[in-house]
């Protein structure tokens, strides 16, 4: 994906996932999607929910809670698909409810803490954000966003699983 | 007021070659792939210039010429050969069957543009 | 330009795999005894052609050696080494060499060690002379193609100098006699240029040197026009004048002779330097241009007027030719004859017939929407069985673009079954059937790579020696065959060997060594024929350097089924083991049956389909180990629940009266597949589940429907196949 980023400056998607906000590159959003149940596939892991039809490719709809080992997210009227292109592959990643796009800036990004209940890789990295509340008002609360590498997250990885 | 040239090779990159490098020249290039269609096609466009390869399938370049010059409106129209034959044999040959002169390849464009302004009026 | 270069030199390549494969069939037929005068003109235009392009563009390594075998192949063309099986051979291995230079050249491999060959080559040259005549090696060391195109221009006039003047052996080369005096200071030029009566012959015109010179800063100092014959004796396509001109000092000699390149034989050219120059009669440089103009007018009018006239009608070309030409009447008959027999070709860029796959895909599928949602008079109304029809030409057209024989894939295996006899000192003879086969060209651009370890698990694995063959009662020579075959929507490609066959014990004992299985596991032959097929299994007991690095047929394997294809292997002790590709013959479109089974869709290949039944109360009944099986007139057939193949519902168990068993073909004979309902039978586009994710065992991709839900598509085999249910296999095979 060709956006225009500023070196030093970088754009997040935030969302949040049960009680935590993650976020992810906005370079690598294709689109948000409302939930629509995916087609079921066999013989895959538990998070990787089916395929769905987007825009004529079918793409892999991962549940993004099951993927981070926590249980499923119950669905509600905010849940929705971030679908991202990870390296040419597209996916789609289940979360309970897309937060805000807000851009940080590189150097105030930490690296994630090694010892975390996450598999090793999944978070990029830490920042804190100023998030507006929820009732759309001017002040802003600080808020740390885990950083998802997509890399790590990506449905393919798990070819030697399934095969 | 370019001049029309037929060149007769069975290698595509070689066609393309001729034609990138003399198109840039200002020479109007059209090819073809073998003997049989280089005969055809010289009816068809009766260009000012006749560049032919020797080793084609089908017809080959001597019979190409030789089919060529028998025709009385090809009479005076200059043939080359652009072959990578260089041998006395060969050449002898080709100027029997009539050809007015001989290249070796690999040509260098511009000697080859300069060349083709010394047989072509 | 460099971009357009770039572009010609990969077409170039793309030649070069072509008459490398020409080049190879026909040593491989001469070899096989056919050294028929076109099979061997085959081979060496096909070298030649690789040679020329290797010049044009500086691949000089490439350019000298195709240059030394095709020296070695005109004397074979010319008869004067005889096609003999050893020189076939040394052939081969020279050809084996030349594929390393064209690989080199793309910058793929490392320029090749090619002294010995060329020793070889230059042998058989030396043999002949002993047997022929002593001058054959001369042109093999006369090879100007070794200095890379330095020299451009192999028609340039061989310059007679005084102290040289025992050369020119050119009847086609102007004599050309250069009279230098090393001691003078340089002064101009002077050139005399005498063309031979014949100069105007064949397309020749000697004034265009003259002008050329002039282009030069040349004047014309004298013109001889005393040779010019009376009137009634002038051939007027003959030439009479001479020529006398100065150039100036400035002008490299060189040069001046590369004017002369073109000039008839007999023609005398004489470039010499003096100190003035010659105050030869000024009176004549009035009338010294316009005779030379006068009578190329008279001699060649033709080409001139033409010439005009057709740069004129340029921009329009072939319609107002016809008017301008008074030719263009017997022009018109043999331009048509030419249609006729001339294939034309054009070279399309892959990504371009993707696309169109793409969008004739979609057009499938918006036809498959249109008849879903029209009744069928509407349908008949709007022509629609009419378009359905176009849809599925245009379909099958841009498919055809796409095949391609196999032939290609197979095109490199001789020569690796040859280099592998000699690293591993086997005698193996490859047979190949099915060449022809066509494939679409996805298919054949994958399968290089899996057939290779095929092929080389078959030699040294498979093959034993020639001590050891001879001891068990079998031909010293191995054999290993190679075959091609389409059987409805599949290519079936095997490798079959004659060999020891698949030592079941060691591959049993190898799985639990490496933890694949445990040690009491019992598996069935089949299973654990296909145990070598288990990621990071390697029967080679030392790694050997010709199966590679211990990857093996688990990568043949993961590469198959990346093509919706599937490996099976049979193997029977002591005779030998084939390997089998089944791969679907495009990767794009499908004829199949659409099921549906607990609200979802799947897509049966029709090619599979035998028969659907709707049960009757009975005919479906229970065997031993919950496994199912259907009467069909008189024959049991094993059934398959999908829901069960898939863990859909494990529990609960439809009553088989409710729903279908769609009786499909499968390499273990036929099975009948339970599902709730059959919905439709349509073409669907198959989308590569690989696209996005990775391939699943048992399902060849994914498809979209008209109503924008997707439906996974079944790969039957593999899917009755699959090790979670071959245990429960138990009737395998009694249809078969």
Known sequence: MSSVENTGERKIVTFLLGKQMFGIDMSALIEIREWEEPTPLPSVPAHIKGVTNLRGHVVPVVGLAERLGWAPSVLHSRSCILVVNIGGKHAGFLVDEVADIVAVDEGSIQPAPSVESFESGVISGLVQVGQRSSEGAEDKEQTMVSLLDLETLSPTRHMDLAA | ?121 | MSDDLDDIQAIFFEECAEGLATAEEGLSAMADGDASADVIAGVFRAVHSIKGGAGAFGHEALQSFSHRFENVLDEVRGGKIPASSDVCRTMLLAFDVLSDHVAAAQGQADIPEDAAILAELEKLLDDKGAAASSAAQAPAEAAPADDGGTDEFGFSPVTVDLDDLDSDPFGFEPVTVAIEDLDAPAPTWTVRFAPSREAMANGGEPLLVIRELERLGAEISAVETDTLPPLRDLDPEGAYFAWTVSVPASVEKTVIEECFDFVAPDSVVEIAQEAPAPAAPAADDGPAPDGPEAIADTDAPAPEAEAEAESDAEAAKDEPEAEIKPKAVEKAAPAEAKIAEVVQNIRVDVSKLDMLLNLVGELVIRNSILSDRLSSADQQRVELPELARLTREIQDNVMSLRAQPIRQAFSRVPRMLRELCVSTSKDVALEMSGETTEVDKSVIEKIGEPLTHMIRNAVDHGIESAEERVAKGKPAQGMVHLSAEQKGARIFLRVADDGRGIDRERVFAKAVEKGIISADATLSDDEIDNLICAPGFSTAETISSISGRGVGMDVVRSNVEALGGRVEISSVPGKGTTFTMVLPLTLAILDGMVVRLAGQRYVVPLANVVETVQPESDQVRPVANSSEVIDLRGTYVPVKRLSDLFNLHPGARDNPQDCVVIIVETDAGHVGLMVDTIEDRREVVIKSLDQNLYPIRGLGGATILGDGSIALILDIDALVASPSSSNKFALKGIAA
């Open chain 2, 1 to 121: 007021m370019s001049k029309r040239i037929l060149t007769v090779d069975d290698s595509a990159s070689m066609r393309m070659l001729l034609k990138a490098s003399l198109t840039k020249q200002g020479f109007a290039i059209e090819a073809a792939e073998d003997g049989e269609h280089g005969l055809a096609r010289m009816h068809e466009l009766n260009p000012d210039l006749l560049i032919t390869d020797i080793n084609m399938p089908k017809m080959d370049g001597f019979e190409l010429i030789e089919a060529v010059r028998q025709l009385p409106q090809f009479r005076g129209t200059p043939i080359l050969v652009l072959s990578t034959e260089f041998s006395d044999e060969k050449k002898s040959r080709a100027r029997s069957a009539g050809a007015t002169g001989w290249i070796t390849k690999p040509f260098d464009p511009d000697k080859l543009g300069a060349a083709i302004r010394r047989v072509c009026p």
